[in-house]
T-cell receptor, first 115, second 111 residues
Framework: DAMVIQNPRYQVTQFGKPVTLSCSQTLNHNVMYWYQQKSSQAPKLLFH???????NEADTPDNFQSRRPNTSFCFLDIRSPGLGDAAMYLCATSSAGTGSADTQYFGPGTRLTVL | KQEVTQIPAALSVPEGENLVLNCSFT??????LQWFRQDPGKGLTSLLLIQSSQREQTSGRLNASLDKSSGRSTLYIAASQPGDSATYLCAPNSGYSTLTFGKGTMLLVSP
């Protein structure tokens, strides 16, 4: 009964080689988020989709892109990963704006290693 | 820009103790505040969400309080158990459903 699913759980890529991380949800939530969490640090919001509207955080590098082809799926593309992009990437969803509690539900994360 | 501080950074207690985790935030104009648990190498599990109009929220052995005007929230864990060992993160929501996280409190409960 997994609600927010992330694939793969572990991803190893080479410096500069594009990589795509996947997130899917069974909650039918209208908002999907991508966070980056480096070791011993707080999760940092990269961007989020409110329905089809993309909202980029001001300090998110251009190297990071996202796609949301439908309600259920959202992708994080890293065009040219650097060593500093090694981190846990967390996907989350919420049903914001629907009168609910705005609780964000997180997936298990994808651990990205850059060689 | 919202900034979140969690104190203490780490806490080690024997099983059975009651404990309090503290969270402070700089911008009191929040819609709600969420507490999460994170096990090592895993994602975040939502524990409690307090709306800005609420003072407290309870779930089992967990009780979260919110003093919005002073920019503070506390998470109270009663009768701690080894299974409670994890990192606890607080995250105020300042609008558009975007959360700002603290670095967390790493809790270790020993048998």
């Amino acid at each position: 009964d997994a609600m927010v699913i992330q694939n793969p759980r572990y991803q190893v890529t080479q410096f500069g080689k594009p990589v795509t991380l996947s997130c899917s949800q069974t909650l039918n939530h209208n908002v999907m988020y991508w966070y980056q969490q480096k070791s011993s640090q707080a999760p940092k919001l990269l961007f989020h989709y409110y329905d089809k509207d993309f909202n980029n955080e001001a300090d998110t590098p251009d190297n990071f892109q996202s796609r949301r082809p439908n309600t259920s799926f959202c992708f994080l593309d890293i065009r040219s990963p650097g060593l500093g992009d090694a981190a846990m990437y967390l996907c989350a969803t919420s049903s914001a704006g629907t009168g609910s509690a705005d609780t964000q539900y997180f997936g298990p994360g994808t651990r990205l290693t850059v060689l | 820009k919202q900034e979140v501080t969690q104190i203490p950074a780490a806490l080690s207690v024997p099983e059975g103790e009651n404990l309090v985790l503290n969270c402070s935030f700089t911008d009191s104009a929040i819609y709600n505040l969420q507490w999460f648990r994170q096990d090592p190498g895993k994602g975040l599990t939502s524990l409690l969400l307090i709306q800005s109009s609420q003072r407290e929220q309870t779930s089992g052995r967990l009780n979260a309080s919110l003093d919005k005007s002073s920019g503070r929230s506390t998470l109270y864990i009663a009768a701690s158990q080894p299974g409670d060992s994890a990192t606890y993160l607080c995250a105020p929501n300042s609008g558009y459903s975007t959360l700002t996280f603290g670095k967390g409190t790493m809790l270790l409960v020993s048998p």
